[in-house]
C-alpha cells in the first residue's frame, strides 16, 4: 500500500537491548510492505538474534547492521540513514524500537515529503499526554534546541522523522548519543531545509518510559551542546 | 627563607638538571626541552624573587602573586580538561566510524550464517 511504483519507503529502526519489543514492532512494519532497515548497536541481550530469526521470512525487505559495540542512539541513526541511501531509499523515516511510534503514522509524516512541501517532517508527540516528568524535561530541550540551534521544534527529542534522501544525504551528523535529535534540528536550519510537523500517537509503556530524554540524558545534551558552541570546525 | 622556597627551590633544580640530562642524550625533542626549560626557570625565578607574582598580579588588577598564581593554575587545569575531552571527543568519533564501516560493509543477509 505505501510501498508503490518506484519510491522507496526506508524505515530505519535503530536497537540497542530491544529484545521485549523487537519482533512486534519490526514485523508491524514488514507486514506494512516497507523496507526496514534495523541497526543493532551492539546489545548484549537477544536483539540481533530475534532479527536475524525474523529476516528468515522477510529476506527481501530486512536489511541488518550490527555495530560492533555500543555506539549511542545517534551513531546507529547515522549509520541506519546511510545504510538506506546505499540501499536508494527515496525516503527515510526513523522509528524507534520500543513500541512508542504507531506505525499508521508513518503514512502522515510521509506526506509532506510526498507533496513535496517538505524536505523533512519531525512527528510530534503530544506533550499533554506525556507522563509529567517527560513533558518538562521534552519542553525544556526544545528551549535549548531554540536556543543554541536557532530553530523552534515543537518536539525536538521526537524519534519519528521523516526525511527525503536528498535531505538525508545533506545532513552532517556527528553525535553519538541522544543529542543527535537536537542535531538533525541544526542541520534543517543550517541546510535550510524545508520542514514540517505533523502530530503523532505515542504509546507509553514501562519499556518506553525507561528510555529516551530523561533529565541526566537532558544535561548531557546542554553539556555537549554548550562544547559544540565552542569548536570552531563542526 | 620562606618554607615554599626551600621546598621548591631544590625541586627545580633538580628538575633543570634532570631535563639538561635528558636533552644531552637526545631523548627529548628541542621543542619540548625548552618548553621544560622555560616552566622550570619560570618556577626558580619565581622562587628566588616572590615579589615578581606580586608586581605581575597587580598589573591585573589582583592583589596577591599568590592567588595570581592560583587563578592561572586553575585555568590551566580547565584549558587542559577542555583539550583533553576534545581529544577524547576525537577518539570516540574515529572509533564510531570504524564500527559503522564494519556495520555497513558486513550486512547481513538471509543467506548468512549466524
Given amino acids: 500500500m505505501t510501498n508503490k511504483t518506484s519510491e522507496k519507503i526506508f524505515i530505519m529502526v535503530p536497537a540497542y537491548n530491544e529484545e521485549k519489543t523487537l519482533e512486534s514492532v519490526i514485523v508491524d512494519l514488514l507486514d506494512s510492505k516497507y523496507y526496514v532497515v534495523l541497526v543493532d548497536d551492539g546489545s548484549k541481550d537477544n536483539t540481533f538474534q530475534i532479527a536475524r530469526t525474523i529476516q528468515k521470512k522477510y529476506h527481501n525487505n530486512l536489511f541488518i547492521h550490527k555495530h560492533i559495540i555500543n555506539r549511542g542512539l545517534g551513531a546507529a541513526i547515522k549509520t541506519g540513514i546511510q545504510a538506506s541511501i546505499n540501499h536508494d531509499a527515496s525516503y527515510i523515516v526513523t522509528f524507534d524500537a520500543d513500541g512508542q511510534h504507531n506505525p499508521q503514522d508513518i503514512i502522515n509524516v510521509l506526506k509532506p515529503l510526498k507533496d513535496k512541501t517538505a524536505d523533512v517532517v519531525i512527528g510530534s508527540r503530544i506533550f499533554s499526554d506525556m507522563p509529567i516528568t517527560r513533558n518538562f524535561g521534552n519542553y525544556l530541550m526544545n528551549i535549548l534546541t531554540f536556543i543554541f540551534h536557532g530553530l523552534y521544534v515543537h518536539d525536538s527529542q521526537s524519534g519519528l522523522r521523516a526525511f527525503t534522501v536528498d535531505a538525508a544525504k545533506k545532513l552532517k551528523l556527528n553525535y553519538r548519543g541522544y ?56 | 627563607m620562606l618554607i615554599y622556597q626551600i ?108
Avoid at chain 2, 586553575?74 to 587542559?80: K, Q, T
Wanted: aromatic share 8%; with cysteine.
Fill in chain 2, 7 to 114: 621546598i621548591f627551590i631544590p625541586i627545580s633544580l633538580i628538575a633543570l638538571i634532570a631535563i639538561l640530562i635528558r636533552q644531552k642524550e637526545g631523548r627529548s625533542s628541542l621543542l619540548s626541552f625548552l618548553l621544560s626549560l622555560l616552566a622550570v626557570l619560570i618556577v626558580l625565578l619565581l622562587c628566588i624573587f616572590p615579589d615578581i607574582t606580586t608586581n605581575i598580579a597587580n598589573i591585573f588588577g589582583i592583589r596577591r602573586g599568590l592567588d595570581f598564581i592560583f587563578i592561572l593554575g586553575v585555568l590551566g587545569c580547565y584549558i587542559l580538561i577542555y583539550k583533553m575531552y576534545i581529544m577524547l571527543d576525537n577518539l570516540e568519533n574515529e572509533l564510531t566510524d570504524l564500527v559503522r564501516k564494519i556495520a555497513l560493509k558486513d550486512e547481513y543477509n538471509e543467506q548468512d550464517d549466524d
Fill in chain 1, 179 to 234: 543529542d543527535i535529535s537536537s542535531e538533525i534540528i541544526r542541520e534543517i536550519k543550517a541546510n535550510n531545509l524545508k520542514f514540517a510537523e505533523i502530530p503523532i500517537t505515542t504509546i507509553y509503556t514501562d519499556e518506553t518510559m525507561n528510555k529516551g530524554t530523561n533529565t541526566t540524558v537532558g544535561l548531557k545534551i546542554l553539556f555537549r551542546m554548550i562544547i559544540d558552541s565552542f569548536k570552531i570546525n563542526k
